[in-house]
């Protein structure tokens, strides 16, 4: 086993050791239907935070949004919640479901083929979802 490889090893474990301490509930925690727990923004509300409030020049909130998009699928499509959580907030800031997907192809060159069928998998169920909570109103 490498430094490194110990090193790591003993890092896992003493933050194990100090989320049991604050809570144990918190050494088996898994993220999978984190991004359900927290509701998506408005749009009014998104833009001040992450769109060209502060700097009325800048990007708006759905570009923002899309870069941040790309960066998740770019590094191969890994964060599942983080995914369905920013295309979520895509929707809510006006992008369509083509414009996402667009996005999401765009990046099968830099993330890979696996992690752009991943991403578009979980912008599917993400617009299931929404399909679903249309028909219910």
Do not use: C
Request: zero cysteines; aromatic letters at 8%.
């Amino acid at each position: 086993m490498s430094d490194f490889t110990k090193t790591y090893a003993r890092m896992m474990e003493q933050g194990t050791a100090m989320l049991k301490a604050f809570n144990p509930a918190l050494e088996t925690f898994q993220p999978e239907g984190f991004d359900k727990l927290m509701p998506t923004m408005p749009r009014d509300w998104m833009e001040a935070m992450f769109g060209n409030a502060f700097n009325k020049d800048g990007l708006d909130a759905k570009t923002r949004l899309m870069i941040s998009l790309a960066g998740l699928v770019a590094v191969g499509a890994t964060a599942d919640p983080q995914i369905k959580y920013t295309v979520r907030h895509l929707i809510e800031a006006g992008a369509t479901q083509k414009e996402i997907a667009e996005v999401i192809y765009q990046m099968s060159m830099l993330g890979g083929l696996p992690a752009m069928n991943h991403a578009l998998e979980l912008a599917q169920e993400v617009f299931d979802e929404k399909d679903d909570e249309e028909g219910d109103a």
